[in-house]
């Protein structure tokens, strides 16, 4: 006769199912604020509602969707246990790479992977989702939280984000109304934002103590290199959102992230422009780099090249317009609390990024 098999429940295989539901509770508050009135229903159905009523006044209306993650950062806030603001990072990824057709982030998803599930540490990640939703406007209607037992080691977790916004085809801005005299407009970073980290985590993490990254440095301004590092993306979709609805006349956006500014603002051009970019002399561009950047790519040994294609450079999102609207367009973007700056201009060429 066959033994009897042994017991083996999906907690003693590593999955904590209570858990999961208690993860549940604790971030509902965080996703309910940030409804908006075509959110149908709530947590817990199998799929997420949103009602386009609102939308069919427009001509053509088209849906503009965008997935990201955050990458190495999130070994640096595991690293730190700082998980608080990697949840924007999310967020920022996402709807910041839909906002340069002209479309309205709608609503945001997130994927949680985690090798064990502790219902405080989702909450805290969650909640930074909720945040970056909230300034970017979009509804988080939903999302998924996976333990991953042998998969993942215990503390380690990995996000992905899902967005989806809509823009009237009439009103799609980009490559095609970039035209030759058109001048570059940047938005100031925040700092790194959520690219480069691994190269950020070689130079200038490993071999570190959390004690040495938390203490003040005089080249990051008294600063510490944690501190630093872990400061979340801006979102600057919300702004130009309400800009772009303002009539503020901006032809294309790039948003600067893996890459940098060579291979990003490209992507904003047709194939008979290029894009001069004031580089500067010695002294660095025309506009501030924040000090972890300098930082980084001293630490690295970078040239100027590797720089503008591996870091933002103090540029998270470019804006392109005529040069007969540059001021009408810096006054929209900081009626909206930006702090535009002039970054180059738009000469005939081959849809690439040059320097001077």
Aim: proline letters at 6%; charged letters at 20%; a negative charge.
């Amino acid at each position: 006769m066959a033994d009897k098999p042994q017991h083996v429940s999906y907690a003693d295989a590593g999955v904590d199912v209570d858990e999961g539901a208690r993860a549940v509770d604790a971030i509902k508050a965080a996703v309910a604020s940030t409804n908006r009135p075509e959110v149908i229903g709530g947590l817990g159905g199998f799929g997420s509602c949103f009602s386009m009523a609102a939308y069919k006044d427009m001509e053509d209306p088209v849906l503009v969707s965008g997935t990201d993650g955050v990458g190495t950062k999130l070994a640096i806030a595991q690293l730190l246990d700082r998980h608080e603001t990697v949840g924007e990072d999310l967020v920022a990824m996402c709807v910041d790479d839909v906002v340069p057709i002209g479309a309205e982030p709608l609503f945001f998803l997130d994927y949680v992977a985690i090798g064990k599930l502790h219902a405080e540490h989702v909450a805290k990640i969650v909640g930074g989702i909720a945040e970056g939703c909230r300034k970017s406007g979009c509804a988080l209607v939903g999302g998924e939280m996976a333990e991953h037992p042998g998969v993942m080691n215990p503390n380690d977790y990995d996000l992905a984000g899902f967005v989806v916004g809509v823009v009237d085809r009439p009103k799609m801005i980009g490559p095609h109304l970039v035209h030759e005299g058109d001048v570059i407009l940047g938005l100031p970073s925040s700092g790194i934002h959520s690219n480069g980290y691994s190269l950020v985590r070689k130079v200038a993490i490993e071999g570190k103590t959390v004690e040495e990254l938390e203490r003040p440095l005089p080249e990051l301004g008294g600063e510490s290199l944690a501190d630093a590092v872990m400061r979340p993306t801006t979102i600057y979709a919300g702004g130009l959102v309400r800009a772009l609805k303002a009539g503020v006349p901006i032809h294309a956006m790039a948003h600067i992230t893996g890459g940098g500014i060579t291979e990003n603002l490209n992507r904003a051009l047709p194939a008979n422009v290029d894009a001069v970019v004031d580089r500067g002399g010695e002294d660095g561009p025309a506009w501030d780099v924040p000090p972890v950047i300098t930082y980084m790519v001293r630490a690295a040994g970078l040239t100027p090249d590797e720089a503008y294609k591996t870091f933002n450079m103090g540029v998270g999102m470019s804006i392109i317009c005529s040069r007969d609207d540059v001021d009408e367009v810096c006054e929209g973007l900081v009626a909206q609390g930006f702090s535009p700056f002039v970054m180059g201009e738009c000469v005939a060429g081959e849809g690439k990024v040059t320097y001077r």
